[in-house]
């Protein structure tokens, strides 16, 4: 599709008037008249076996204690999404801990009372009895391995050995909190007369919650009704079911009460699935020409106490991306995850894709410093460069102009370095490749008896401006205004079964499905104008503003349409494979001799995401994930003590970049249109978080000499740095 | 996220105040340090006695050359007030650091004071300034210096059954200036470290934040500057005895920054 009337164009995001003026209602606006609150008591230590719960008599304003003892029979353990080619255990998350704690929040109990006060107080009352365990904190000292996934393609040793250089590094990345603005929460309530469940969740999208509450319930899913109402952002962290959502729907069937919880600061930090979490050895091998033959790459992910249900997929994800936008043919990655002692990991913005970027181009440029090459030509000797390609590691490439981002980026970066009394200043660029939708996604047109159209999205969104960016592709497709659109989402009694908004995919799986449903309206409306009008079908003309006109000036309006035919509805399923997106970032940066203190002085942000529908949009989007990139670069890391207990479970340990710490960053977009949708659409929605991290990593090892430290990049890893590199 | 349960109450006067606390009572101010420790129930007093009201305690005045602050004067109303940005500089660019512009417009500077945070601008600028802090109960009023009053972190020589009523900061000799520097992770965050420097012909006051668990006078880095000693010099011996090599290196330069601002 190329740019249109709306398509392609800034529009401004319709949704934000309500959002500003406090018009949005989130999960705990709704206050439901006599609900009982929950509060959890969470495990104080990393691992212990549990040998009691005693809960005090009387209670003040206490309904009920709910301890695993009490699930048993109603509920199983949390699903586990597994992966092609690989194994993944099945140890699923539990509702409440049995007899057995494996991290520091980990739900053993839930207190349900009269207010959320009240169960707050009570809580403090329940005297867990623990014998404590030696806690597992590090990927590689665990014995337990949960996810595993290996492939050998070509013939990597036979590379190696007539390798004319080979290049090793090992990176890290630490666990990172998520940190939502508006933190996780449930209500449930069950009406008995028709055995019908109701759950308000604060998640990602309705259908993933529906399908896990059906599992862990074991009840069908014509029984339980989901309505996901406003959300305040997610990142990746609403998208699985939680543990606490399925008490509190366990608990609102067991006590015929509403039951509800709103999840509070700490408990987020503590209890909710963190990103990250991954660290790497790998291994180049280059011919004389500096041109990449084979990669090794060894990953160990701490995954956690527990399997969430979809865990493992972000480690997959890095395995599979492990080659990057470069041409390798033969390599060997063996992805290990290993259960340790600290909250599950699990899909954060960016999820595997930000962990292979920085790993691979890292090392690209460790490579690059090693062989004596400019990092940038090093690049362009090894990119790939005519797409679709398939890699070693089994993803086709669907489109890409990777040189061009590459040369872009450099262009709008202005590479600096610098060295002198005061301050160290060095330039990095990082690449990246993103697999971005696939699966399938729905949506439903109705004409409405005004003439307006009405979509419903199985998609959902969570801050992404769906509203918007859908309005603009039905209202392009049905030439109407794009007032004239009405979106809904998130309730699973209205809403077509949808997949659901991560991954990226909301424009190129959602929109495409809005398109189709766009479509098929339009046909439908002109069969049913063909008719009125007594014509044929060919001859009528779709005209502006929802008008079909026939031949000799006769026409008729969309209301009309509605009038004369009351269900004139529509749906579509659009499914495809994986699109993948690419991009280059580059960064300058600047580190302070006397302090340490890292400065990112400006950055270049290229991204391709195929057909951008709402430049305006996917720059917020670019801008947004650069935000959490630096995030992790300059501050974030959920840290956790020796004992196993978190450091950062509050905003005092854990920091994140303020308005004040966003350098300036040049955008710009390079359009390769994917082949797999209508739009010729991949996804933005991650690239900032993905692109951003390499790049930085590789500007301060510049600006230090080549020496190269883990993120964060804090002033007093900085500051020994440089000492020890004699910068 | 709600605290344990406690008794309010909201006296009017100092007088009614006083009569309130006891052991079990905990002051209330500004509530930006005291409120999140309630929630998170890491403080759990019988008693919260909120000060909000006391509108004796509200005030910046200047009298016989001395600065002196009500304790529930609000940071804001510090950072706007002309008199001390006039002739007490140091206070106001120590107070723009605290927090964000919201968390000022609440937090009062005897809350800063009595909290006694390790990473709090406010006391260590007083530190510096060689502030007095006058301290009433009902069994009479003392007079505390910085040295005095901090003695651990969140921990003061305040009795429980005392009352934190004024700051009053000494006048500063002609020709003096200051500076003051820090360095936090992010804007508006805790510091890690800082330096306050008051510089006058022929005497100096510094103290700095992070090079110990309470505000520290620099004294022999104060004698080599008074002496003539350059502001690199001074900073040296200021941060001489941290153990810790970054602590080491972050609080020279950081003193650096405060006295050579203070020297011009």
């Given amino acids: 599709m190329s740019a249109g009337r709306l398509v392609g164009r800034p529009v401004r995001r319709r949704e934000d008037e309500r959002i500003l003026r406090g018009g949005t209602r989130y999960l705990d606006d709704i206050d439901p008249p006599g609900a009982a609150h929950v509060a959890f008591v969470r495990s104080s230590f990393a691992h212990a076996r549990i040998t009691g719960v005693n809960v005090p008599d009387g209670l003040d304003g206490v309904t009920a204690v709910i301890t695993a003892a009490d699930l048993e029979g109603r509920v199983s353990d949390l699903p586990v999404q597994g992966f092609d080619g690989g194994r993944v255990s099945a140890e699923g998350h539990p509702v409440l801990a049995r007899d057995e704690v494996r991290y520091a929040g980990q739900p053993v109990a839930a207190v349900l009372a009269e207010s959320r006060a009240l169960a707050e107080d009570a809580a403090e009352l329940v005297e867990v009895d623990y014998e404590p365990l030696e806690p597992v904190l590090a990927a590689r000292s665990s014995d337990v391995t949960m996810t595993h996934w290996h492939k050998l393609t070509g013939d990597v040793d036979g590379a190696f050995a007539s390798a004319e250089h080979v290049v090793r590094a090992s990176h890290a990345l630490p666990r990172l909190a998520p940190v939502p603005m508006e933190t996780r929460g449930a209500i449930a309530s069950h009406d008995a007369r028709d055995d019908m469940l109701t759950v308000w969740v604060s998640a990602q999208d309705s259908h993933r919650q529906l399908a896990g509450l059906a599992k862990v319930l074991d009840r069908a899913e014509e029984a339980i009704h989901v309505v996901v109402p406003d959300v305040g952002g997610a990142f990746g962290s609403k998208g699985a079911p939680a543990p606490e959502t399925m008490l509190v729907a366990a608990a609102a069937i067991a006590t015929g009460r509403t039951v ?48 969430m249900p979809t865990t493992a997929i972000p480690g997959h994800t890095t395995a599979m991306l492990m080659c990057g936008v470069y041409d390798i043919r033969a390599a060997d990655v063996e992805l290990i995850g290993r259960r340790t002692n600290k909250v599950p990991t699990g899909p954060y913005r960016g999820a595997g894709r930000p962990e292979a970027a920085y790993f691979l181009e890292c090392t690209v440029d460790v490579a690059a410093r090693q062989l004596g090459l400019d990092p940038l030509e090093l690049r362009r000797r090894n990119l790939i460069r005519e797409l679709p390609y ?338 | 996220m709600k605290p344990a349960r406690f008794d309010y109450a909201a006296p009017a006067t100092v007088d009614e105040t006083l009569g309130l606390l006891d052991d079990d009572a905990t002051v209330l101010a500004g509530g930006q340090s005291l409120v999140p420790l309630l929630n998170l129930r890491l403080a759990q007093p019988a008693l919260v006695v909120d000060i909000g009201g006391v509108a004796e305690l509200d005030y910046i005045r200047a009298e016989d050359g001395a600065l002196r602050i009500g304790a529930t004067t609000r940071q804001a109303a510090l950072e706007r007030s002309q008199l001390a940005r006039d002739d007490w500089p140091l206070l106001h660019k120590a107070v723009r650091l605290v927090g964000h512009p919201q968390i000022r417009t609440r937090g009062t500077v005897g809350g800063s004071v009595a909290h006694a945070d390790p990473a709090a601008e406010l006391p260590v600028a007083l530190t510096a300034l060689g502030a007095r802090f006058h301290l009433a109960s009902r069994r009479g009023v003392r007079s505390l210096g910085a040295a005095e009053l901090f003695l651990g972190p969140l921990y003061t020589s305040r009795e429980p059954d005392e009352l934190l009523v004024e700051i009053e900061v000494p006048a500063q000799p002609d020709g003096s200036a200051s500076g003051f520097a820090e360095h936090a992770r992010t804007h508006g965050d805790f510091a890690t470290a800082g330096a306050a420097a008051v510089v006058a012909p022929g005497r100096a006051g510094i103290a700095l934040l992070g090079a110990a668990p309470v505000p520290v006078r620099a004294e022999a880095a104060e004698r080599a500057l008074a002496a003539g000693a350059a502001p690199h010099e001074a900073a040296e011996l200021a941060a001489a005895d941290i153990d810790d090599d970054y602590r080491r290196a972050l609080c020279t330069e950081l003193a650096r920054r405060a006295i050579a601002e203070a020297t011009p």
């Fill in chain 1, 390 to 727: 398939e890699t070693a590691l089994g993803w086709t490439y669907d489109s890409g102009d990777y040189a061009r981002c590459l040369e872009l980026a450099e262009e709008l970066v202005e590479p600096e370095r610098l060295s002198d009394g005061e301050r160290v200043v060095g330039t990095g660029f990082g690449m990246y490749v993103e697999r971005a939708g696939g699966q399938y996604e729905t949506a439903e047109a109705e004409l409405l008896p005004d003439g307006r159209v009405l979509v419903r999205s199985g998609s959902s969104p969570h801050g992404q401006g769906h509203d918007t960016t859908f309005a603009q592709l039905a209202a392009e497709r049905l030439g109407i205004e794009l007032a004239d659109v009405e979106l809904r989402f998130g309730d699973s009694k209205e809403v077509p079964r949808g997949v659901g908004t991560f991954a990226s995919r909301s424009v190129a799986m959602g929109g495409s499905a809005v398109v189709e449903a766009a479509d098929a309206l339009r046909e439908r409306c002109r069969s049913v104008a063909a008719r009125l009008l007594a014509v044929a079908e060919d001859e009528l003309e779709w005209k502006g503003g929802g008008r079909l006109a026939a031949p000799h000036g006769r026409s008729v309006t969309l209301s009309e349409l509605a009038a004369a035919e009351p269900d004139i509805r529509v749906s579509a399923r659009f499914s495809s494979d994986l699109s993948f997106s690419s991009g280059a970032y580059g960064a300058v940066v600047e580190i302070e001799r006397a302090t340490g203190r890292l400065r990112v002085l400006r950055l270049a942000a290229v991204d391709d995401a195929g057909t951008i529908v709402n430049p305006l949009l996917a720059e917020g989007q670019v801008i947004g994930g650069t935000a959490q990139g630096l995030g992790q670069c300059l501050v974030e890391e959920a840290a956790y003590d020796e004992a196993g207990n978190p450091t950062f479970a509050s905003f005092v340990g854990y920091s994140l970049l303020t308005a004040a710490e966003m350098p300036p960053v040049t955008t710009a977009f390079v359009e390769s249109p994917s082949p797999l949708n209508p739009l010729g659409a991949k996804g933005i929605g991650e690239g900032g978080s993905i692109g951003t991290p390499g790049a930085v990593a590789n500007a301060v090892a510049d600006a230090l000499g080549g020496a190269r430290v883990d993120p964060p990049f804090s002033e007093d890893k900085l500051w020994r740095a440089l000492r020890e590199a004699g910068r």
């Fill in chain 1, 260 to 307: 509800k919880w709103a999840e509070h600061r700490g408990e987020n930090f503590v209890a909710s699935y963190q990103g990250r979490g991954v660290e790497a050895e790998l291994e180049l091998a280059f011919d004389a020409g500096g041109r990449m033959l084979a990669l090794r790459a060894r990953i160990w992910a701490d995954l956690g106490g527990y399997l």
